[in-house]
C-alpha cells in the first residue's frame, strides 16, 4: 500500500498544475470577424437582399469595425475626413481592460443588426459571440470593449442615414419604355427593374455617380451588318455552343439572388449569394491565407466593401442612363422565341455589367492589400453544391467572373468588357484615395 501513495501524490499536484495552469490567451478575433461577415452573407440570403443593397450592408458594416481600428490603434487612419460626411467618431477607452477587437466585433454586429430584416438571426450570432469572448476574456473586458462598440456604431448609422437610401424607397418605379431597344421585364417573372434610383446613394470616395461613366454601349441595331447585331449573335451562338468548363464558369459566378423556378402553378425559389457577397467570401478567404491579424482583417474588409458599393453607385448609374435590352428579349421576339440563357436574368438593364464592374473593383482593392500574385482557391460556392475554383490572382478571378456572363447568356461582351474596364479604373482611384493603414509590414 505505502508504495501507492507517491504515485497518487504525483497524480494530485499534477491534477492541481493543470487546473491552475494559465489559460492560452485568446488569439481568434480574426475568425470571429470573419465568421461575423459569413452570418451576415447568410441572412442577405436568407433575406433576399438586392445586389445593390446588399453591398450598402458590408459596406457600413465593415466601417464600423474599421473605425474602432482606426480609433484603437496608430497605425490606422480615420475615415473621418476621407468618407464623404463621415463624423468624427469619440476616441476609444483608455483603460487597459478595453479591447478593440470585441468593440470592433460589437460595432459590426450592431450595424449589420440594424441594416438587415432577419434581426433574431443577427443578434443571436452577436449573443453566441459574446458569450464565447466573456469566457475567454471576462466579463468586464467585453463590457467595457462592447460600450464603445456600441457609441461607434450609433455614429455610424446616424451617418448611414443621409445616404438617400431611405428617401429611395418612396421614389418611382421604373417605366418601360416602348422602344423595343430599351430594356424591359425578362422570363419567367418578369420583375421590375431593381434599384432604379440608386445612383442618388451617397458614395463613399467616389465625387460622384459619374465620375468614372463608360463610353455609351454599341447602337442598338438589329442590321445584321451592325456591330450589335453581331454581339447579340455572339451571345446566341456562344449559348448554344457551350463546352463543361464554360458551363461551370457560368454556374459558380451566377450569384443571382433572385432565381426562381416554376413547377406548373407553383413557383420556388433557389436563393443565392449576391456578387458582392462572393468577393465578401473572396475576402475572407484571403484573410486566412495570409494569416492577418484582426486590425489586418477589418482593413481588408473595409476596403473590398468600398470598392462595392462604389462599384453598384457607378454601374447603375449607367444601366439606368443606357437602359440597354437584355439579349433574351431581342432572341425570343426575333428569332427565336423557345430560346433561354443558362442563367435566369436578372431584372435590370444590361450596360454595363454589373459582375464586371464590382469584380473589377474589387479585384484592385484586394490585390492592394495582398498582392497583385495572390494565388487563392475560391470555396465560395460549395454551399450551394458547387466545387472549388483556382485562381493564381485577384485579376484572374475578376476576369472569369466578368466573362462567365457571356456564358450565362445575360450580357453583350461590350458590357462586360468595358465594364471590368470602368470598374478596374474606379478601383485603383478608391486604392489610391483610401488611407487605411499606415504601418510598415
Not at 443578434?123 to 467585453?142: C, I, R, W
Request: net charge negative; aromatic share 12%; with cysteine.
Amino acid at each position: 500500500m505505502n508504495r501507492l501513495f507517491p504515485s497518487l501524490t504525483v497524480l494530485f499536484v499534477s491534477f492541481f498544475l493543470v487546473q491552475c495552469a494559465p489559460k492560452e490567451p485568446y488569439t481568434d478575433h480574426s475568425r470571429d470577424l470573419q465568421n461575423e461577415f459569413e452570418a451576415i452573407t447568410q441572412i442577405l440570403v436568407h433575406d433576399i437582399f438586392s445586389p445593390p443593397v446588399a453591398a450598402r450592408v458590408y459596406a457600413y458594416t465593415a466601417t464600423a469595425a474599421y473605425e474602432v481600428v482606426a480609433q484603437s490603434h496608430p497605425d490606422y487612419r480615420s475615415l473621418n475626413g476621407q468618407f464623404h460626411d463621415f463624423p468624427a467618431v469619440p476616441a476609444a477607452p483608455n483603460t487597459t481592460e478595453y479591447m478593440p477587437e470585441i468593440a470592433a466585433l460589437q460595432a459590426a454586429g450592431k450595424v449589420a443588426t440594424a441594416l438587415v430584416f432577419s434581426e433574431d438571426r443577427m443578434q443571436q450570432h452577436m449573443d453566441e459571440v459574446m458569450t464565447k469572448l466573456v469566457q475567454n476574456h471576462g466579463k468586464e473586458a467585453v463590457s467595457i470593449s462592447q460600450a464603445y462598440g456600441e457609441i461607434v456604431a450609433d455614429y455610424v448609422l446616424n451617418w448611414a442615414k443621409g445616404d438617400h437610401y431611405n428617401q429611395s424607397r418612396t421614389f418611382t418605379k421604373y417605366e418601360i419604355n416602348d422602344d423595343p431597344m430599351r430594356w424591359k421585364p425578362t422570363p419567367p417573372d418578369y420583375m421590375d427593374g431593381i434599384e432604379p434610383h440608386w445612383r442618388n446613394i451617397r458614395t463613399l470616395i467616389m465625387d460622384s455617380a459619374q465620375m468614372f461613366k463608360p463610353v455609351p454601349p454599341p447602337t442598338p441595331s438589329m442590321d445584321t451588318a451592325s456591330v450589335f447585331y453581331r454581339d447579340l449573335m455572339q451571345v446566341y451562338h456562344t449559348v448554344n455552343n457551350l463546352d463543361d468548363e464554360q458551363t461551370a464558369i457560368a454556374k459558380f459566378w451566377d450569384c443571382n439572388p433572385y432565381v426562381s423556378v416554376h413547377r406548373g402553378h407553383v413557383m420556388l425559389a433557389t436563393k443565392k449569394i449576391t456578387p458582392g457577397g462572393h468577393w465578401i467570401g473572396i475576402t475572407g478567404i484571403a484573410c486566412r491565407k495570409a494569416g492577418l491579424d484582426f486590425f489586418r482583417t477589418a482593413d481588408a474588409y473595409l476596403r473590398a466593401s468600398t470598392g462595392l458599393f462604389d462599384g453598384f453607385i457607378s454601374c447603375w448609374d449607367e444601366k439606368y442612363r443606357s437602359e440597354l435590352v437584355r439579349p433574351e428579349t431581342l432572341i425570343n421576339e426575333n428569332f427565336d422565341a423557345q430560346w433561354k440563357p443558362l442563367l435566369q436574368t436578372p431584372p435590370f438593364p444590361e450596360y454595363t455589367s454589373g459582375h464586371s464592374v464590382i469584380s473589377g473593383a474589387a479585384g484592385v482593392m484586394l490585390s492592394g492589400v495582398f498582392g497583385q500574385n495572390f494565388a487563392f482557391q475560391d470555396s465560395t460556392e460549395r454551399p450551394y453544391g458547387l466545387p472549388d475554383r483556382s485562381y493564381p490572382s485577384f485579376t484572374a478571378a475578376s476576369d472569369e467572373a466578368a466573362v462567365s456572363r457571356l456564358y450565362g447568356g445575360i450580357h453583350y461582351m461590350p458590357a462586360i468588357e468595358i465594364g471590368v474596364s470602368q470598374g478596374r479604373s474606379l478601383g485603383a482611384y478608391i486604392d489610391a484615395t483610401l488611407v487605411t493603414y499606415t504601418g510598415n509590414e
